[in-house]
Each structure stands twice: as structure tokens, then as C-alpha cells.
């Protein structure tokens, strides 16, 4: 296709002029900038991952042994904010960066000097969040969800809000920058309904964000006037409401839990077929599910909030709605399956990924499921049983569709392959540890221990205990993916191929590995069957 | 009768531990008829002990088992696909990608079985909301970090018994950072009670329909009693309602469920639930003991008497 005519501009690099500094922070290149959110994302996953340990050593046993309970709190808080904000949206932002323009036919984003400052703003946002925990009266320790009036009774609630106003402006002109790149870029002949399910994905993850980060802004900023402008929003004795921020945070926050969510969606679409060497079952059932999907998120926000009092009405409307997003999940995780039936497989790193994700996933959304359920939520809810649900589907989920994209593509980026013997060590480790780590979560949960607590009844011993030793082991699962990453960019002596998987299909890697710094400087021609996800004809 | 209870307890806690794991884990999810606090190994809800809370408990079970036979179904199609149609065994790809009938019908049937369970759900919700008909009121209120109850009404006639409740001491000086003292060794009654037990426990009466009001005074807490079959957040400014009607006499241990602060994890609930009889012959010491000299202080004194008017103002707005 359009190969040869952009290895004839391959001359035309000229990052290799450029300094340390001008090359990375005065990017305007779309892997450059890729790239740049990749290692940010992967060092906040280890500071992240570093509190979760602080969380889960304390755990180890009954009785209070290493923090003060404040201190525990900052890290549960700390923890999900760092992992959310800071790991995973980031992760996702990263990986549509690079391919999203690679996959369409672009030369690179959109608006590329937009792209440098929205991944430029991160770095501030986060040392502003992370350096109140070295501040007098410490972190914010009120949970991610920053709830009022407890949120407010932190020292560090004006240093989180503007680092969430920060993390905002930065996701919205990223999310801006995505729509831009998708609606306007693409080379001639790439139809919408012919872009790949990953393209997709992000599209509608794009308008989920700049629909619900501005929500989330103006309740952050409600806390705000609330603490230092006596303003009374969320304070009863003003005539304020504590359950209003709880409608408006989780306006944003259900869609915000998809925006973890359908990227991943895309990534494991991508991937499945390539290694069942088969076109993606159902496509534009796939596409529809993720709509569907994202739709659906906004009008089930109360689900997180059954036990607050809802009126009856509000309750079953809620139940009903969540309930409903069993059926477009469902269908995805149906089509993945049927999209491996009849195909001819093969178990490279980033397909054990995805199987683990199609297996895992489905067990956070069971539990989803159950959670829906009101009169069972009055159990469940705030239990451990909470914590396993939402660690399966954003870590077994989220983050295994990060790593599977990341032993994807990462041949493509570098030019070299990873090690295929380490890819799976650090596969068997991760899938195994990661459910000694959250499945005996359910049991504690269903027992009836609370979550967000430092210490607990001798009765919840045991599977607090292996939990841990769970973590401790997942944890250090993660240096062997540093390690194979490390040796992958620098060390790995193999070339990775242009196809680099015999089943790959799509415009990235028509590319030479590593692409051009251009990727698509001209169009190239678009041939059904070279599509990503197969030639469909429905 | 609560000795007994209790002496069932202990033979019972005795047994489970000669069993081994596997045994323990059996109990844990089949043996929960009469704990219905929690016990190690516990991997199943509690049946709990109230006229409501078998509903949770099978509900619970009905959408586990649903959950359970689909994802025999669609892993073990995957492992099927996973061995039969693998490149080593000189798998040639299929060209199809799509097969109407098969997509209708795996659309329609998770909404047959989502219709099912929305069912019982709504059915059990139904029963939950109806707080009307109660013969007793319980004012339940958070603070950080410790509950305050107030008896509101029993049988129709105003009560004024009213008590803080918090952690009892012998957990709270366990639980400090490096305390060196043995969770193990917190007991009460043959109980292990490690930050399950308090210095005043909401004493109520067994076949009797208790409302709850609960509210907060500062931050936004949770009231969860897992035998109880329920949680209700308790937040500053809003009277949330709920009810139960206990069956068994018994301790049942539960705590706060929404984070409060530094010491959420320490200020847990105990609900003892003994006969009316014993129940009638409590309040009686409580009263006596409140009435000659006025022990209280102005503004808990107060409060009984702001309690009854709140109820009776969500009364009138439920009305």
C-alpha cells in the first residue's frame, strides 16, 4: 500500500537534530508525545502500585502494625486517584496517540502543539497532588470520591481540586485533539464504518470525556467555595445538600469508569483477530455495544449511591438501567468469543492478555451485576465485595488490556521484539497473583468487612492474609514488565518485522517498525481486506 | 435464653476450627444458618436473622448461580475454541464474521434472564421500603467517631432512653499502632470481638417491627449490620428511614460502612436483640436510672425531644 511512498520520506526525519530537551518536551509528534504518556503512565502505575502496597502490608494481619489510620486513608485515596488519573487515562491517552493516526492514515494528530500541552500539564498536576503528602497536615484522605463534608475537612483540598482542574483541562484537549484527529484526518476511503474497533472506541470515549470532565470541574470547584468561600453547596446547616456532590460526582464518575473501560474494549478487538488469525465477529455489533454503552453511563450514576436514601422510584429506575448494560457488554464478550471459534490461534504474550481480560472482565462485570441489585448492594455496598469488583475490571481489565496493547504494539514502536520468554513469564505471574490478590476480596466483602478500614475483626484474617501475599507477588510481577520493556527499547537485538504478527491486519503496520516520524505524510489507499478487524460485508 | 444462644456459638466456633480448611470453607458458605456474625472462612453472605433478610441472602444466591452457569457456558465455549481451533493443531481460519440469528438470540436470552432477576429484586426492594406499621423507633446518629441512639418510641408510647455507643476499650487499646497487644486475645462471651464490640450495645426487642431513623452530625457514616439484611447511609441534614423485625435473640456485630475519617474503622454497631420480655424489663432500668437525677446533660437532654419532632415532621412528609 502507502509503504513504499512513505519510506521515501523517511530522509526527511529531522528529530535527530534535536536536542534531549527539543525532542521531548517541545514535541509536536504524535509518538514522541505517545510515548511521553506511556512512561508517565507507567511510573504513576508504580507509585500507585507502591501505595496499594503501603495498603495491603498493613492488611497483612489484624492489629495496627506500620501506619497511623490517617495515613492509611491518604494512601487508599492517593492510591486511586494515582491510578486512575494518573495510570490508566493517561495509558489509554498514550496508546490512541500513537495508533490512532497510524491506524487512520494520518500523518500525525490533529492539533499537535495542543497535544504537547496537554500531556505537559500532567506532570505539574501531579506533583501538586503528590507533594501534599509531604505538607503539614498531610494528603487528602477523604477518598477518591472526595465526599463532603469529610473531603473538606482536609488541609489539602484546594492543592487536589486544582490538580483535578488541572487533569481535566489536560483530558479534554486531549479528548478534543482525538475527536479532531478522527473526524478530519483520515485518508480518503477510510469510512467511519471501516476504522478500526480500537479508533472507535476512543472516539466515543473522546465525547464521554469532554461531556463529563467539566461536571466533575464544577463539583471539585463547589468543594472549593464550600471550604474557603463559605459557600454552602454540600453543607446541610446552610441548606446545602451532602448527597447533591454525590448525584454531580457520579454524573461524571459512571461515565468515567467507561472511559477506563471501552478503550480497553477497542484494544482486545484489535488483538483477538490477530491472533485467531479471523476477522472480528460482528463488527458493527461491536461498534453499536460501545455506543450503547456509553449512553447507558449516563443515566446510571445512582447505582453507586443506592444506600443513601433514594426514593423507591429512583432505585428501581437505576436498577433497571444498570441491568441493562449487561446486554451490550454481554455481546461484546460473546463476539470476542465467537471471533476465536473457528479461527486458528496462536498464544503470543498479548493474546494470553486478552484472554485473561475476556475471562477476568466478564468476573468483575458478574459481580457487576449482582451489585446492581439493590436489596443485595444494601449488603454488598462499601464491603470488600465492592473493592473485588472494581480491582477485576480495572486491573484484569483496564490494565491487562494497557499490557496487552503495550506487547501489541510495542515490536511496531521499536523496531525490535520484546522477549516472547519474559512477556509470558510476567503473563503467568501477573494472571495468577492478580487473583490470589482480588478473588478472596469477595469472600471478605460478602462476610461483611467494610472497605476503606486499616484494621479489621480477627474473623477476616485469613483472606486479608493471602490477599496481601497476592499483592505483594502481583506487585513485583510489574518489575518483570519493566524489565522486559527495558530490554525491548534498548537491549533486544531482534527486528521486529512491518507485519510483525502473521495475523495483523490494518493500515499501522503497513509502516516500516519503527513508522517514519510522519506516519502517513501520503494518503494511503485503502483495501477492504487489509482492514483491521477483516473484510466485513454486512 | 442468650446464654444458650451464645453456648451454641462457642460449640459450634469450637467444631469449626478441628475441620480444616476444607471443611471450614464448606462451612463458611452452606453452615450460616445461626452465625450471623462473621466467621473465618466465611465465603457467603449471611442468611441474617430478620423477617427481611433471607431476601438479600437469596437473591444473592439466584444471581451467583445465574452468573456461575453462563460463565461455565461462555468459558468453557473459550477453552473449547481455545483447543479445537488452535494454529498448532493446523487450524484454517473461518472467513465468516457475523451470523444474525446467533447475535438475536444471545441478545435476547441475557434479557430474559435480566427481566427474571429485576423481578425478585423489585420485589424485595418493595418489601424494604415499607417502614410503615412499626411498633418501636430507633433515632440512629453518626458522629466521628462513635453512634448515638435514641429511643424514640415503643409500642406507641414516647420514649426518652438515649446512649453513645463506641468502640469498647479493650479493642480501642488493642487497635493503636504498635500497641503490642493480641487481637486474638479481644474476647467477650467466647467471641472473638476485635473492633466488633462496644461499651453500650442498642439493645432492642426480637418480633417487633423497629424503624430506624438515621442521620449524621458531622460527616456522612453508614449503619450496616449484616444480620440485619441492610446498610443506610447516615448523612448530616437527611433522615433516612429503615426497618427490621429480628427473629432470633443474639449479639449481631456490624460496622460503620462509609469513610468518616481517621478512626472509620473504629466505630462499630452491636444490635442485641433479646425476648420482649427482657426487653421491657432494660427499658425499665434505663428509665430509672435516666429519671431521679437527670443525669444527662443539657444538650443530650434536648435531643430526644428534637428527635421525636423530626420523625414526626418525616412522618407527616411520607404521610
Given at each position: 500500500m502507502a509503504h513504499a511512498a512513505t519510506h521515501d520520506e523517511h530522509?526527511?526525519?529531522?528529530?535527530?537534530?534535536l536536542n534531549f530537551?527539543?525532542?521531548?518536551?517541545?514535541?509536536?509528534?504524535?509518538?514522541d508525545i505517545g510515548t511521553l504518556y506511556l512512561v508517565f503512565s507507567l511510573l504513576m502505575f508504580f507509585i500507585g502500585g507502591s501505595f496499594a502496597m503501603v495498603i495491603r502490608a498493613e492488611l497483612f494481619k489484624p492489629g495496627l502494625q506500620l501506619v497511623q489510620p490517617y495515613f492509611f486513608n491518604e494512601m487508599t485515596t492517593m492510591h486511586a486517584l494515582v491510578m486512575i488519573f494518573g495510570a490508566v487515562m493517561p495509558a489509554f491517552v498514550g496508546l490512541g496517540n500513537w495508533m490512532i493516526p497510524m491506524m487512520v492514515g494520518a500523518p500525525d494528530m490533529a492539533l499537535p502543539r495542543m497535544n504537547n500541552l496537554s500531556f505537559w500539564i500532567l506532570p505539574f498536576a501531579f506533583a501538586l497532588m503528590l507533594s501534599t503528602l509531604f505538607l503539614p497536615g498531610g494528603g487528602p484522605a477523604g477518598g477518591w470520591t472526595m465526599y463532603p463534608p469529610l473531603s473538606i475537612q482536609s488541609a489539602s483540598t484546594a492543592y487536589v481540586v486544582f490538580a483535578i482542574h488541572l487533569m481535566g483541562i489536560s483530558s479534554i484537549m486531549g479528548a478534543i485533539n482525538i475527536i479532531a484527529t478522527i473526524l478530519n484526518m483520515r485518508a480518503p476511503g477510510m469510512d467511519l464504518l471501516k476504522m478500526p474497533v480500537f479508533v472507535w472506541s476512543w472516539l466515543i470515549t473522546a465525547f464521554l470525556l469532554i461531556a463529563v470532565m467539566p461536571v466533575l470541574a464544577g463539583a471539585v470547584t463547589m468543594l472549593l467555595t464550600d471550604k474557603y468561600f463559605n459557600t454552602h453547596f454540600f453543607d446541610a446547616a446552610g441548606g446545602g445538600d451532602p448527597v447533591l456532590f454525590q448525584h454531580v460526582f457520579w454524573f461524571f464518575g459512571h461515565p468515567e469508569v467507561y472511559i477506563m473501560i471501552l478503550p480497553a474494549f477497542g484494544i482486545i478487538s484489535e488483538i483477538i483477530p490477530t491472533f485467531a488469525r479471523k476477522p472480528i465477529f460482528g463488527y458493527k455489533a461491536m461498534v453499536f455495544a460501545i455506543a450503547s454503552i456509553a449512553f447507558l453511563s449516563f443515566i446510571v450514576w445512582a447505582h453507586h449511591m443506592f444506600a443513601v436514601g433514594l426514593p423507591l422510584g429512583a432505585?428501581?429506575?437505576?436498577?433497571?438501567?444498570?441491568?441493562?448494560?449487561?446486554?451490550?457488554?454481554?455481546?461484546?464478550?460473546?463476539?470476542?468469543?465467537?471471533?476465536m471459534w473457528g479461527g486458528s490461534m496462536t498464544f503470543e504474550t498479548p493474546m494470553l492478555f486478552a484472554i485473561a481480560f475476556v475471562i477476568l472482565f466478564t468476573i468483575g462485570g458478574f459481580s457487576g451485576l449482582m451489585l446492581a441489585l439493590v436489596p443485595a448492594?444494601?449488603?454488598?455496598?462499601?464491603?470488600?465485595?465492592?473493592?473485588?469488583?472494581?480491582?477485576?475490571?480495572?486491573?484484569?481489565?483496564?490494565?491487562?488490556a494497557i499490557m496487552a496493547a503495550t506487547y501489541y504494539w510495542i515490536p511496531k514502536w521499536t523496531g525490535h521484539m520484546y522477549s516472547e520468554f519474559w512477556g509470558k513469564v510476567h503473563f503467568w505471574n501477573s494472571v495468577v497473583w492478580v487473583?490470589?490478590?482480588?478473588?478472596?476480596?469477595?469472600?471478605?466483602?460478602?462476610?461483611?468487612?467494610?472497605?476503606?478500614?486499616?484494621?479489621?475483626?480477627v474473623a477476616f484474617a485469613n483472606f486479608n492474609m493471602i490477599s496481601s501475599i497476592g499483592g505483594f507477588l502481583f506487585g513485583a510481577s510489574q518489575l518483570i514488565f519493566l524489565g522486559v520493556l527495558i530490554h525491548c527499547v534498548w537491549f533486544s537485538k531482534k527486528k521486529a518485522t512491518d507485519r510483525v504478527w502473521e495475523g495483523a491486519r490494518g493500515l499501522e503496520w503497513t509502516l516500516s517498525s519503527p513508522p517514519p516520524h510522519h506516519s502517513f505524510t501520503i494518503a494511503p489507499v485503502i483495501h477492504d481486506e487489509e482492514l483491521a478487524h477483516g473484510h466485513v460485508e454486512d | 435464653m442468650r446464654a444458650g444462644g451464645f453456648g451454641k456459638h462457642g460449640i459450634r466456633f469450637r467444631a469449626k476450627q478441628a475441620f480444616g480448611v476444607a471443611g471450614l470453607m464448606a462451612l463458611g458458605l452452606f453452615g450460616g444458618t445461626a452465625q450471623a456474625n462473621p466467621q473465618p472462612g466465611q465465603l457467603n453472605l449471611?442468611?441474617?436473622?430478620?423477617?427481611?433478610?433471607?431476601?438479600?441472602?437469596?437473591?444473592?444466591?439466584?444471581?451467583?448461580?445465574?452468573?456461575?452457569?453462563?460463565?461455565?457456558?461462555?468459558?468453557?465455549?473459550?477453552?473449547?475454541?481455545?483447543?479445537?481451533?488452535?494454529k498448532s493443531r493446523g487450524a484454517v481460519p473461518e472467513k465468516w464474521s457475523h451470523n444474525t440469528t446467533v447475535e438475536i438470540i444471545w441478545t435476547a436470552i441475557p434479557v430474559v434472564i435480566l427481566i427474571s432477576l429485576a423481578w425478585l429484586a423489585t420485589d424485595g426492594l418493595r418489601k424494604f421500603s415499607d417502614t410503615t406499621g412499626s411498633q418501636m423507633t430507633v433515632k440512629v446518629t453518626g458522629y466521628q467517631w462513635k453512634w448515638r441512639y435514641d429511643y424514640v418510641d415503643y409500642l406507641g408510647?414516647?420514649?426518652?432512653?438515649?446512649?453513645?455507643?463506641?468502640?469498647?476499650?479493650?479493642?480501642?487499646?488493642?487497635?493503636?499502632?504498635?500497641?503490642?497487644?493480641?487481637?486474638?486475645?479481644?474476647?467477650?462471651?467466647?467471641e472473638q470481638t476485635y473492633l466488633l464490640n462496644v461499651d453500650h450495645p442498642l439493645v432492642v426487642p426480637i418480633h417487633t417491627k423497629i424503624r430506624f431513623v438515621i442521620t449524621a452530625d458531622d460527616v456522612i457514616h453508614s449503619w450496616f449490620v449484616p444480620a440485619l439484611g441492610w446498610k443506610m447511609d447516615a448523612i448530616p441534614g437527611v433522615i433516612n428511614a429503615a426497618w427490621t423485625n429480628i427473629n432470633t435473640p443474639g449479639i449481631y456485630r456490624g460496622q460503620c460502612a462509609?469513610?468518616?475519617?481517621?478512626?472509620?474503622?473504629?466505630?462499630?454497631?452491636?444490635?442485641?436483640?433479646?425476648?420482649?420480655?427482657?426487653?421491657?424489663?432494660?427499658?425499665?432500668d434505663q428509665q430509672k436510672a435516666a429519671t431521679p437525677p437527670a443525669p444527662a446533660p443539657a444538650s443530650t437532654a434536648a435531643a430526644p425531644a428534637q428527635a421525636t419532632a423530626q420523625v414526626a415532621a418525616k412522618q407527616s412528609t411520607q404521610g
Amino acid at each position: 500500500m502507502a509503504h513504499a511512498a512513505t519510506h521515501d520520506e523517511h530522509h526527511d526525519e529531522h528529530h535527530e537534530h534535536l536536542n534531549f530537551f527539543q525532542r521531548w518536551v517541545m514535541s509536536t509528534n504524535h509518538k514522541d508525545i505517545g510515548t511521553l504518556y506511556l512512561v508517565f503512565s507507567l511510573l504513576m502505575f508504580f507509585i500507585g502500585g507502591s501505595f496499594a502496597m503501603v495498603i495491603r502490608a498493613e492488611l497483612f494481619k489484624p492489629g495496627l502494625q506500620l501506619v497511623q489510620p490517617y495515613f492509611f486513608n491518604e494512601m487508599t485515596t492517593m492510591h486511586a486517584l494515582v491510578m486512575i488519573f494518573g495510570a490508566v487515562m493517561p495509558a489509554f491517552v498514550g496508546l490512541g496517540n500513537w495508533m490512532i493516526p497510524m491506524m487512520v492514515g494520518a500523518p500525525d494528530m490533529a492539533l499537535p502543539r495542543m497535544n504537547n500541552l496537554s500531556f505537559w500539564i500532567l506532570p505539574f498536576a501531579f506533583a501538586l497532588m503528590l507533594s501534599t503528602l509531604f505538607l503539614p497536615g498531610g494528603g487528602p484522605a477523604g477518598g477518591w470520591t472526595m465526599y463532603p463534608p469529610l473531603s473538606i475537612q482536609s488541609a489539602s483540598t484546594a492543592y487536589v481540586v486544582f490538580a483535578i482542574h488541572l487533569m481535566g483541562i489536560s483530558s479534554i484537549m486531549g479528548a478534543i485533539n482525538i475527536i479532531a484527529t478522527i473526524l478530519n484526518m483520515r485518508a480518503p476511503g477510510m469510512d467511519l464504518l471501516k476504522m478500526p474497533v480500537f479508533v472507535w472506541s476512543w472516539l466515543i470515549t473522546a465525547f464521554l470525556l469532554i461531556a463529563v470532565m467539566p461536571v466533575l470541574a464544577g463539583a471539585v470547584t463547589m468543594l472549593l467555595t464550600d471550604k474557603y468561600f463559605n459557600t454552602h453547596f454540600f453543607d446541610a446547616a446552610g441548606g446545602g445538600d451532602p448527597v447533591l456532590f454525590q448525584h454531580v460526582f457520579w454524573f461524571f464518575g459512571h461515565p468515567e469508569v467507561y472511559i477506563m473501560i471501552l478503550p480497553a474494549f477497542g484494544i482486545i478487538s484489535e488483538i483477538i483477530p490477530t491472533f485467531a488469525r479471523k476477522p472480528i465477529f460482528g463488527y458493527k455489533a461491536m461498534v453499536f455495544a460501545i455506543a450503547s454503552i456509553a449512553f447507558l453511563s449516563f443515566i446510571v450514576w445512582a447505582h453507586h449511591m443506592f444506600a443513601v436514601g433514594l426514593p423507591l422510584g429512583a432505585e428501581i429506575f437505576f436498577m433497571y438501567a444498570t441491568m441493562l448494560i449487561a446486554v451490550p457488554t454481554g455481546v461484546k464478550v460473546f463476539n470476542w468469543v465467537a471471533t476465536m471459534w473457528g479461527g486458528s490461534m496462536t498464544f503470543e504474550t498479548p493474546m494470553l492478555f486478552a484472554i485473561a481480560f475476556v475471562i477476568l472482565f466478564t468476573i468483575g462485570g458478574f459481580s457487576g451485576l449482582m451489585l446492581a441489585l439493590v436489596p443485595a448492594d444494601f449488603q454488598y455496598h462499601d464491603t470488600y465485595f465492592v473493592v473485588a469488583h472494581f480491582h477485576y475490571v480495572l486491573v484484569t481489565g483496564a490494565i491487562f488490556a494497557i499490557m496487552a496493547a503495550t506487547y501489541y504494539w510495542i515490536p511496531k514502536w521499536t523496531g525490535h521484539m520484546y522477549s516472547e520468554f519474559w512477556g509470558k513469564v510476567h503473563f503467568w505471574n501477573s494472571v495468577v497473583w492478580v487473583n490470589v490478590l482480588f478473588f478472596p476480596q469477595h469472600f471478605l466483602g460478602l462476610a461483611g468487612m467494610p472497605r476503606r478500614i486499616p484494621d479489621y475483626n480477627v474473623a477476616f484474617a485469613n483472606f486479608n492474609m493471602i490477599s496481601s501475599i497476592g499483592g505483594f507477588l502481583f506487585g513485583a510481577s510489574q518489575l518483570i514488565f519493566l524489565g522486559v520493556l527495558i530490554h525491548c527499547v534498548w537491549f533486544s537485538k531482534k527486528k521486529a518485522t512491518d507485519r510483525v504478527w502473521e495475523g495483523a491486519r490494518g493500515l499501522e503496520w503497513t509502516l516500516s517498525s519503527p513508522p517514519p516520524h510522519h506516519s502517513f505524510t501520503i494518503a494511503p489507499v485503502i483495501h477492504d481486506e487489509e482492514l483491521a478487524h477483516g473484510h466485513v460485508e454486512d | 435464653m442468650r446464654a444458650g444462644g451464645f453456648g451454641k456459638h462457642g460449640i459450634r466456633f469450637r467444631a469449626k476450627q478441628a475441620f480444616g480448611v476444607a471443611g471450614l470453607m464448606a462451612l463458611g458458605l452452606f453452615g450460616g444458618t445461626a452465625q450471623a456474625n462473621p466467621q473465618p472462612g466465611q465465603l457467603n453472605l449471611t442468611p441474617g436473622v430478620t423477617t427481611y433478610s433471607h431476601i438479600p441472602y437469596m437473591l444473592n444466591n439466584v444471581a451467583l448461580g445465574v452468573c456461575v452457569v453462563i460463565g461455565i457456558l461462555v468459558f468453557g465455549a473459550m477453552f473449547i475454541a481455545m483447543f479445537r481451533f488452535r494454529k498448532s493443531r493446523g487450524a484454517v481460519p473461518e472467513k465468516w464474521s457475523h451470523n444474525t440469528t446467533v447475535e438475536i438470540i444471545w441478545t435476547a436470552i441475557p434479557v430474559v434472564i435480566l427481566i427474571s432477576l429485576a423481578w425478585l429484586a423489585t420485589d424485595g426492594l418493595r418489601k424494604f421500603s415499607d417502614t410503615t406499621g412499626s411498633q418501636m423507633t430507633v433515632k440512629v446518629t453518626g458522629y466521628q467517631w462513635k453512634w448515638r441512639y435514641d429511643y424514640v418510641d415503643y409500642l406507641g408510647k414516647p420514649l426518652h432512653v438515649d446512649f453513645m455507643s463506641k468502640l469498647d476499650d479493650q479493642s480501642n487499646a488493642t487497635r493503636q499502632l504498635d500497641s503490642g497487644l493480641d487481637p486474638y486475645a479481644v474476647k467477650a462471651d467466647g467471641e472473638q470481638t476485635y473492633l466488633l464490640n462496644v461499651d453500650h450495645p442498642l439493645v432492642v426487642p426480637i418480633h417487633t417491627k423497629i424503624r430506624f431513623v438515621i442521620t449524621a452530625d458531622d460527616v456522612i457514616h453508614s449503619w450496616f449490620v449484616p444480620a440485619l439484611g441492610w446498610k443506610m447511609d447516615a448523612i448530616p441534614g437527611v433522615i433516612n428511614a429503615a426497618w427490621t423485625n429480628i427473629n432470633t435473640p443474639g449479639i449481631y456485630r456490624g460496622q460503620c460502612a462509609e469513610l468518616c475519617g481517621q478512626d472509620h474503622g473504629f466505630m462499630p454497631i452491636v444490635v442485641k436483640a433479646v425476648s420482649q420480655d427482657d426487653f421491657a424489663k432494660w427499658l425499665a432500668d434505663q428509665q430509672k436510672a435516666a429519671t431521679p437525677p437527670a443525669p444527662a446533660p443539657a444538650s443530650t437532654a434536648a435531643a430526644p425531644a428534637q428527635a421525636t419532632a423530626q420523625v414526626a415532621a418525616k412522618q407527616s412528609t411520607q404521610g
